[in-house]
Structure formats: structure tokens, C-alpha cells
């Protein structure tokens, strides 16, 4: 009930109150340069819950049947980072056998240089993968 409140309460908030959030970011906003602009519609999921019956909770949750013949992605919608991240889910648990094989692992390879490698502890791998993400989005 408390998360459902604050969402009623920030949906509900004046143009004033949302400029003195602002301002804690950028002091010399002013008012007459914002307006809201509607962006969306943020979905949240209900899961079950022994003690309360249901609970709300944020994120994006990816629902598969068994046999991999339909899945869908819940909750808020995913932003760019993990969206790449919920399709790779995705594939794998409809098409686990495929993503397997040596023909998809050299796809995925292809499309995701660091697909199946860690970036954190692959410094020289990171640094290749700014610099195409950067040429690739012209920000070089």
C-alpha cells in the first residue's frame, strides 16, 4: 500500500512541487522553461505472497511457457540497460538448444562482441566495446 500512496502522490504533484524536485539537481530551473510531457505508462507487477496476499514490486520479469513457445516481459517496460539483457533471456529459455549451438553462439558474437565474457574483468574487451558503442552512436 505504501509504494501505491507514493505513486498516487508523485502522479498527482503540482508543476511547482515538481520544480522544487527539480531544483535539488539544477538550482536555477525555472518553471516557465519545463513542462510535463506524458512519456508513458509505467506497469508495475503483483506477485503472490503468503503473508499479505499480493506485493508490488519494480523491475522487469520475463514469463516463459515451459516448452518455450511464448513468452512475454512484465513490469516496467525495460530501458537500454537491460534490454539486451531480457531478449538474450528470452532466447535462451525458448531456445535453449539454438542458443547452444555453434552457428547462434557466433551470431550472438557477432551482434554482442562481449556475449559470454565479462567486462569487468576484461579491461581490453571494455575498452573495444566503448569504442564501437561510441563510433556506432556517432559520439566519438
Known amino acids: ?3 501505491t500512496q507514493y505513486l498516487i502522490r508523485e502522479a498527482l504533484q503540482s508543476h511547482e512541487l515538481r520544480m522544487a524536485s527539480l ?12 513542462e510535463l510531457a506524458a512519456a508513458g ?3 508495475q507487477i503483483i506477485k ?10 519494480f523491475g522487469t ?4 511457457a515451459a516448452d518455450g513457445s511464448l513468452a512475454a516481459l512484465l513490469g516496467a517496460s525495460p530501458g537500454a540497460s537491460v534490454s539486451v ?8 529459455r525458448c531456445f535453449a538448444h539454438r542458443v547452444a549451438s555453434a552457428d547462434w553462439q557466433e551470431k550472438l558474437k ?25 563510433a556506432r552512436l556517432a559520439l566519438k
Open 48 to 57: 503472490s505472497c503468503d503473508k499479505k496476499g499480493g506485493k508490488l514490486e
Open 61 to 64: 520479469e520475463i514469463v516463459a
Open 110 to 134: 557477432a551482434l554482442i562482441p562481449s556475449y559470454g565474457e565479462s567486462l569487468v574483468e576484461d579491461a581490453g574487451l571494455l575498452k573495444i566495446v566503448r569504442e564501437r558503442n561510441l
Open 23 to 34: 531544483r535539488k539537481f539544477y538550482p536555477q530551473a525555472r518553471s516557465e522553461d519545463w
Open 1 to 3: 500500500m505504501d509504494l
Open 41 to 43: 505508462k509505467r506497469v
Open 85 to 92: 539483457q531480457a531478449m538474450l533471456d528470452v532466447l535462451q
